[in-house]
């Protein structure tokens, strides 16, 4: 659900030649967890990102009967 985490398994390199497309890093660096930013530290990198995330930390969500997210632009019930 959260953006990191797409990006994180967009990135994973397949191993049966029918799957093998490019790999889709996640843009940027990691911050600096001495200066992380206001609201969500993936903020910066995300392309998701709404002005809450750039301000708010997010909640921990339900994001369905079986998995919670912290994220403001996924999907919760």
């Known amino acids: 659900m959260h953006p990191y985490t797409r990006g994180l398994m967009a990135s994973i390199p397949r ?3 029918a799957s093998r497309t490019a790999l889709v890093p996640v843009k940027g660096q990691p911050p600096n967890l001495s200066q992380l930013p206001l609201g969500c ?3 910066p990198r995300c392309s998701e990102a709404l002005d809450r995330c750039r ?3 997010p909640e921990l969500m339900k994001a369905n009967d079986k998995h ?3 994220c403001w632009a996924a999907p919760h019930v």
């Open 68 to 70: 919670l997210h912290a």
């Open 55 to 57: 301000r708010d930390m």
């Open 15 to 17: 191993s049966r030649p």
């Open 41 to 43: 530290s993936f903020n």
